[in-house]
């Protein structure tokens, strides 16, 4: 799997096999809002605050989790669903070049997105590499949680 930037402004596809499945496409240039349709399900993330550090995630328009940025620079994206509440961490575990690791609640390895940067484009593409995903949650749609959630780290670090 993997993702692809589509454009300078955050967009990307969402690869699998050669198939994009989605695109997951920001409304403009100054917004993080961004929607995808996957599984025909419409994918909303819409940031709840204006420092953009809790991030909301709907699913057909019901709201069904958050991403959030901590103080230790990490990412929790919270989902629920009929079973409860399910968390992940993502976190950028390397200095020179970006490679995120999602982790479970219990900090089990779930997979990681390295990244295949090339400095001609303004955006990162990262190659997805499943390690023990626990099956809590569809994995391409945690994918595309996490490809958002990339952007937002890059573009707040950027910032700084």
Request: glycine share 4%.
């Amino acid at each position: 799997m993997k993702i692809v930037s589509t454009s300078a402004k955050g967009n990307f596809n969402l690869i699998v096999q050669n198939n994009t499945i989605t695109e997951l496409k920001y409304n403009n240039w100054f917004s993080e809002n961004a929607t995808a349709t996957l599984h025909s399900h419409t994918i909303t993330l819409k940031p709840k605050n204006i420092w953009t550090s809790r991030i909301n995630i709907f699913k057909n328009e019901e709201a069904i989790g958050d991403i959030t940025f901590n103080l230790k620079g990490y990412i929790i994206i919270k989902l629920t669903n009929n079973e409860g509440e399910i968390n992940y961490i993502l976190k950028n575990n390397s200095l020179w070049k970006l490679k995120f690791e999602v982790f479970n609640a219990s900090n089990e390895l779930q997979f990681s997105l390295k990244s295949e940067n090339k400095w001609t484009k303004l955006n990162y593409d990262y190659e997805i590499e499943e390690i023990n995903f626990d099956q809590q949650t569809n994995f391409e749609e945690l994918a595309l949680y996490c490809g958002y959630a990339a952007n937002l780290y890059l573009a707040i670090i950027s910032a700084v």
